[in-house]
């Protein structure tokens, strides 16, 4: 099992950015990485996933918005929020599926995630 640790949460107003990101040693060889959030009273939200092929997929409520991206060398996953709405507010969470291969058929969602990051909060203000 692998520490995350996160940064770069903070309140913005509605439009601003924010860029997170999360170090861990090797994740970014993990088959599977990514962000989710969770706002009080709300289920947790799969925000962003990335492979470590550097494929990725997004929330259908902030395509075209965030971006989730890595750097191997410094083993860290990153998010940009851009274009931030107060509805973006929440804890958001790195996770990972610490394995090194995708089990066959697996879509990387972070259903199986055993790792996580202690999570780091984004307010957005109107």
């Known amino acids: 099992v692998v520490q995350l640790v996160e940064s770069g949460g903070g309140s913005v107003q509605a439009g601003g950015s924010l860029r997170l990101s999360c170090v861990g040693a090797?994740?970014?060889?993990?088959?599977?990485m990514g962000w989710f959030r969770q706002a009080p009273g709300k289920e947790r939200e799969g925000v962003a996933f990335?492979?470590?092929?550097?494929?990725?997929r997004y929330a259908d409520s902030v395509k075209d918005r965030f971006t989730i991206s890595k750097d191997n060398a410094k083993s860290t996953l990153y998010l940009q929020l851009n274009s931030l709405k107060p509805e973006d507010t929440a804890m958001y969470y790195c996770?990972?599926?610490?394995?090194?291969?995708?089990?066959?058929?697996?879509?990387?969602?972070?259903?199986?995630?055993?790792?996580w990051g202690q999570g780091t909060q984004v307010t957005v203000s109107s």
């Open positions: 990335i492979r470590s092929d550097g494929s990725t």
């Open positions: 090797g994740i970014t060889s993990y088959w599977c």
């Open positions: 996770a990972a599926d610490s394995r090194l291969y995708r089990p066959a058929g697996a879509r990387c969602d972070g259903t199986r995630a055993n790792s």
